[in-house]
């Protein structure tokens, strides 16, 4: 069974909005890389998989945009490549090495969860907070960010019931953040 490993950015004050942290650093980025190099597939909802899509699929020219140097190349040769699986009820086809995940969303992850493999990632806000109510969720993996953001979404708000973690791992960035690994207490 392949573990599922629920992965953001967020601030101290619990923003998880992409643009509310830090701007990514060579650390960071290293980091983000390693993390989805770790799972056999990605899982997005509609909304994560757009703005992941739109930021790192490569163009169709096969040449990265300008803005891309030797700190992104890595990460995004990383998530262009990987196999996606999108969860979406509005979206009637993906591509970018996507597939499409209809019907009950429990019954479609854990189906994935119970193909072997080294693990899958999930990312966004939504989608998690689902995965999390459904008990799903193998693993949490935050990076800390040393910002107060004072407004935007928030790490899985709505969440219906506690649910307490383990610490298994911690790393201190240069920056100040810190990643936190943790997995739900049995």
Same mark, same amino acid.
């Given at each position: 069974?392949?573990?599922?490993?629920?992965?953001?950015?967020?601030?101290?004050?619990?923003?998880?909005?992409?643009? $509310?942290?830090?701007? #990514?650093?060579?650390?960071?980025?290293?980091? +983000?890389?390693? %993390? !989805? /190099?770790?799972?056999? =597939?990605?899982?997005?909802?509609?909304?994560?998989?757009?703005?992941?899509?739109? $930021?790192?699929?490569? #163009?169709?020219?096969?040449?990265?945009?300008? +803005?891309?140097? %030797? !700190? /992104?190349?890595?990460? =995004?040769?990383?998530?262009?490549?990987?196999?996606?699986?999108?969860?979406?009820?509005?979206?009637?086809?993906?591509?970018?090495?996507?597939?499409?995940?209809?019907?009950?969303?429990?019954?479609?992850?854990?189906?994935?969860?119970?193909?072997?493999?080294?693990?899958?990632?999930?990312?966004?806000?939504?989608?998690?907070?689902?995965?999390?109510?459904?008990?799903?969720?193998?693993?949490?993996?935050?990076?800390?960010?040393?910002?107060?953001?004072?407004?935007?979404?928030?790490?899985?708000?709505?969440?219906?019931?506690?649910?307490?973690?383990?610490?298994?791992?911690?790393?201190?960035?240069?920056?100040?953040?810190?990643?936190?690994?943790?997995?739900?207490?049995?």
């Amino acid at each position: 069974m392949r573990p599922l490993r629920y992965s953001i950015n967020v601030t101290l004050d619990g923003c998880c909005h992409h643009e $509310a942290g830090l701007p #990514p650093d060579e650390e960071s980025m290293r980091y +983000w890389t390693a %993390e !989805l /190099e770790r799972a056999d =597939a990605l899982l997005f909802g509609r909304v994560t998989y757009e703005m992941m899509e739109s $930021a790192w699929r490569r #163009p169709a020219t096969g040449t990265w945009p300008d +803005w891309m140097g %030797e !700190l /992104e190349l890595p990460f =995004a040769e990383t998530i262009d490549a990987a196999d996606k699986y999108v969860v979406s009820s509005t979206l009637t086809e993906a591509d970018w090495n996507a597939e499409l995940v209809h019907g009950d969303v429990g019954q479609a992850v854990q189906r994935l969860k119970d193909q072997p493999g080294e693990g899958l990632f999930v990312g966004g806000v939504t989608l998690p907070l689902a995965l999390a109510d459904l008990g799903l969720i193998d693993e949490y993996v935050f990076l800390v960010q040393p910002v107060l953001a004072g407004h935007g979404p928030t790490l899985l708000a709505g969440l219906r019931e506690r649910i307490r973690l383990e610490l298994v791992d911690r790393r201190e960035f240069r920056s100040g953040t810190v990643a936190l690994r943790y997995r739900p207490r049995s």
